[in-house]
């Protein structure tokens, strides 16, 4: 709330004068003088008051206006990160996906039947995603961060997960088959019902794994040592898949 000064009345040009020397001042002081009468003047418009209290009401209705559209301004952020992921679709490279797809994880937005199949996502970063049936197939996902995301009965065949962070990740019935996995951290995932045949294993980090129930190990590459040993004792398989036959 404002509260408005009471001006004096400013004195009289030759009061005004004989209370400031030397006479070359003067010219300086008048101009002061001039200012002083034409605030008290305006201060004595109750106009001009209620201008100020208009200014103040117009920033309060348009911080009002600001957070009750935060709702639209956010619908259309997400219509545009679709949209770039959606024209890209099909095409090599990242197109912006990167951007957008973190973008709308950040957002909570599931990406449910995510199609980003052969584009170029390194070092995307999507913790926590909810990728269920995703299409990630011979899509470059090196150095990348799906930790503790779901991408159950995902298509990630022929995907390179090198140096990934899968940690806590769930790959329940997905299609790993023939993907590089080289460097991988597994630590905590869950890998039941997953094909990973002839996927590259080479220094994954796989001791903590949440399961390998019905995963099939078939003609994997470079397994760890005493890996495979340890998954077919913990209810792994290795059977050669149909469209291998």
Request: net charge neutral.
């Amino acid at each position: 709330m404002y509260s408005r000064e009471v001006r004096a009345r400013p004195h009289s040009w030759a009061e005004h004068r004989r209370l400031h020397h030397p006479a070359w001042t003067y010219p300086f002081h008048a101009v002061e003088w001039v200012w002083q009468w034409t605030a008290w003047y305006l201060g004595r418009w109750a106009f001009l008051e209620v201008l100020e209290y208009m200014g103040s009401l117009s920033v309060l209705v348009a911080v009002v206006f600001y957070f009750a559209d935060s709702g639209n301004r956010v619908k259309q952020r997400h219509y545009q990160a679709w949209q770039v992921i959606n024209t890209a679709q099909g095409k090599g490279g990242s197109g912006g996906r990167i951007e957008a797809l973190q973008e709308l994880n950040a957002d909570q937005v599931p990406l449910v039947g995510l199609d980003v199949s052969d584009a170029f996502l390194m070092g995307v970063q999507l913790p926590k995603a909810e990728l269920l049936r995703a299409n990630l197939s011979a899509a470059d996902l090196r150095r990348s961060d799906f930790s503790e995301s779901s991408l159950e009965y995902a298509n990630l065949a022929s995907a390179n997960f090198r140096n990934a962070n899968l940690r806590k990740t769930n790959f329940r019935n997905a299609d790993l088959s023939d993907t590089d996995l080289t460097g991988a951290d597994l630590t905590g995932a869950d890998l039941a019902g997953a094909d990973l045949s002839t996927a590259d294993l080479n220094g994954i980090q796989w001791r903590g794994l949440h399961s390998v129930e019905k995963t099939n190990f078939y003609g994997v590459q470079n397994p760890p040592a005493g890996f495979l040993e340890w998954a077919l004792k913990n209810g792994a398989i290795s059977t050669k898949p149909d469209s291998a036959r």
